[in-house]
């Protein structure tokens, strides 16, 4: 089964705060993984994508960073969020052999006020 | 880099009808070309993809037809049914690259 997990599903920070989202995905080795960022409801932005532990290629420079401690874990961080930080971050991998074919988690929905 | 159109935003259909959402690309080395639909509060889920070797590829009610030399490929919905409301997104990639999306088309099927 290629599962990924997402969490929180839905979280409201204040301005000013640091933040944490995690992706964890199962079945698979050496995924490659992928954060995107959905305003508004339409368009999908890649944020990051990593193709192994420690490798993190970040398409658009922002207030956010990406790690990847573990095969299988990618986490989305912030140390202060802004108000233009609230979105559906998605977080979506793909395996190896399928570079291409890509599948997503159930998303976070981050409101930042 | 790669850019991709998609068109309409919006599309209303009565039930029964089919349904076309069109979709361009720029770049000519472009080789994979992926269908997501996109229900309400959730991740997008893979409908249907297409590699640049075939021309149209077929699974049930859904069909995409891909035109390499006018660099166009669309998403054919016949006989939509009201669960076929959401929105749906075409993207582009070479291969081992990070896709491309467009801005997606919001599908509303009125039984």
């Known amino acids: 089964s290629q599962t990924i997990h997402q969490w929180p599903a839905t979280l409201v920070q204040p301005v000013g705060s640091p933040l944490s989202l995690e992706c964890t995905v199962e079945?698979?080795?050496?995924?490659?993984l992928y954060w995107y960022r959905q305003a508004a409801g339409r368009g999908l932005q890649l944020l990051f994508y990593?193709?192994?532990?420690?490798?993190i290629s970040s398409e658009v420079p922002q207030n956010l960073s990406a790690s990847r401690p573990q095969d299988r874990q990618f986490i989305l961080s912030s140390k202060k969020l802004l108000l233009s930080d609230s979105g559906f971050y998605l977080c979506?991998?793909?395996?190896?052999?399928?570079?291409?074919?890509?599948?997503f988690g159930a998303g976070t929905r981050l409101s930042v006020l | 880099g790669e850019n991709v159109e998609q068109h309409p935003s919006t599309l209303s259909v009565q039930e029964g009808d089919s349904a076309v959402i069109k979709c361009t690309y720029s770049?000519?080395?472009?080789?994979?070309f992926p269908w997501y639909k996109q229900e309400l509060g959730k991740g997008p889920q893979l409908i249907i993809d297409?590699?640049?070797?075939?021309g149209e590829k077929k699974d049930q009610r859904i069909a995409v037809t891909l035109n390499k030399t006018a660099k166009h490929f669309s998403l054919h919905i016949t006989e939509t049914q009201p669960e076929d409301s959401a929105v749906y997104f075409c993207?582009?990639?070479?291969?081992?690259?990070?896709?491309?999306f467009g801005k997606g088309t919001m599908l509303l099927v009125s039984p």
């Open positions: 079945g698979t080795s050496n995924p490659n």
């Open positions: 297409i590699r640049s070797n075939v």
């Open positions: 770049d000519s080395a472009s080789n994979y």
């Open positions: 979506a991998r793909s395996d190896t052999g399928q570079g291409d074919i890509q599948y």
């Open positions: 993207a582009a990639s070479r291969g081992y690259s990070t896709l491309t």
């Open positions: 990593s193709v192994g532990i420690g490798q």
